[in-house]
């Protein structure tokens, strides 16, 4: 096929429950929502997906199909710019932002499956093997679990660096997330990196003040230690702490991003292609942050990125996000292994070489087709 049109787009949601409460500096969960796109041409499948509300789903059925429904399967560019376009009443941040990077990946892994290449090599690969960073350390787990956790990641899978929640209960309970760091660094010993992060939880002194006291821990990632709507916030801890400042991961389209790196507000740019725009804006983003002189890091949902994090020259690592991971490794085949502290996108399998077990997350089946099973 030299032009194949894609003949069907659906959405369908799921939402899956923790395996244990999950909380941060200013929220709490006890489920996940994960809303899986896929994109037919002829016999071939593009799979994406988001996390978010149950809405996107309807958004990407209402909104996008009808956008991309006949059109050829190579030219996801101009698939998005279509996209774009189209939500720009609805509102681009947030529901519709979710919506349009799930569609996105979907295409992207279908062209690649049409090519019958790896979707990094289409990108154009710049590393085979893709740093991960162990990332979970939810407020709400207890100091056994905490250590299990921790214990996984650097002694059983040998993960160089790592990172916990702090900024409980928007900020309010600083002993417990200083000991809660000390735990940290001496379950996993003075070679490993330790990261944290406030999701926003403090305002800027208090969040130098914190950086202060856990200094015995050598802590080298302070993310959002205020509110990423506070660029000068951000600015001011990063000019004042000795660890990476990082923030990005609630970007939704370039410009975001750019004022971010305007004003020096972080040392490490996050994104998030699950809401960014999918793998179409992230190059772009990226290319933003290089412009900067700026490494750029990708925020959860790490089988989404590995294979445009192997395509990114100034990638600095992915999140091996705990919830995420155990999300995609139980509904994916060709899941990967973050043994030694990277994963490898296989080199042979087209797209990004993932393939949705749907019959296996059915019972947390909200909204789409019911799922069929698969071919023997």
């Known amino acids: 096929m030299i032009d194949p049109p894609i003949t069907d ?19 709490a969960w006890a489920c996940t929502t994960m809303i899986v796109v896929q994109a037919h041409a002829g016999a071939r499948i593009g799979t994406g997906w988001t996390y978010g509300p149950a809405a996107c789903g309807a958004v990407v059925t209402d909104t996008l199909a009808p956008l991309v429904l006949g059109a050829s399967a190579m030219d996801v560019g ?6 774009v376009h189209a939500v720009r009443n609805a509102g681009r941040p947030g529901i519709a932002g979710c919506a349009l990077s799930a569609v996105d990946v979907a295409l992207w892994d279908l062209k690649a499956r049409l090519l019958e290449i790896p979707l990094h090599r289409l990108l154009g690969a710049v590393r085979g093997a893709v740093p991960v960073y162990g990332s979970g350390g939810f407020t709400t787990y207890d100091s056994a679990r905490l ?8 002694h059983e899978q040998s993960i160089p660096r790592v990172k916990i929640k702090i900024g409980e209960a928007a900020g309010t309970e600083e002993d417990r997330d200083l000991a809660r760091i000390e735990q940290a660094r001496t379950v996993i010993g003075d070679e490993t990196e330790l990261y944290v992060d406030a999701n926003g939880a403090f305002h800027h002194k208090q969040a130098v003040r914190f950086a202060e ?29 000795t660890a990476d400042v990082a923030a990005g991961e609630y970007g939704y389209d370039l410009t ?3 004022r971010m790196c ?4 972080v040392d490490c740019l996050q ?13 772009r983003v990226a290319a933003v942050a290089a412009s900067y002189h700026l490494q750029i890091s990708g925020h959860c949902a790490p089988h989404l990125h590995a294979h445009v994090g192997a395509a990114t020259p100034n990638l600095r690592h992915l999140e091996w996000f705990h919830d995420h991971v155990r999300i995609e490794s139980s509904c994916f085949d060709g899941a990967l292994d973050p043994g030694g502290g990277s994963i490898r996108p296989d080199p042979q399998a087209p ?15 909200v909204r789409g087709p019911a799922p069929q099973p698969s071919p023997a």
């Open 262 to 265: 305007e004003a020096g507000a």
């Open 147 to 154: 250590t299990t956790q921790l214990e996984q990641w650097v």
């Open 351 to 365: 797209g990004h070489g993932l393939t949705f077990r749907a019959q296996d997350v059915a019972p947390y089946l």
């Open 78 to 83: 101009a698939a998005f710019d279509r996209m």
């Open 213 to 241: 006291r856990a200094a015995a821990a050598h802590v080298s990632w302070f993310e959002e230690p205020v509110s990423s709507d506070d660029l000068d916030g951000l600015r001011r801890v990063r000019a004042a702490v």
């Open 9 to 27: 787009l659906s959405a369908t949601v799921y939402t899956i429950p923790t395996d244990f409460p999950e909380a941060d500096g200013t929220l």
């Open 271 to 283: 994104a998030d292609l699950s809401r960014c725009g999918g793998i179409t804006e992230w190059l």
């Open 256 to 258: 975001y991003f750019r």
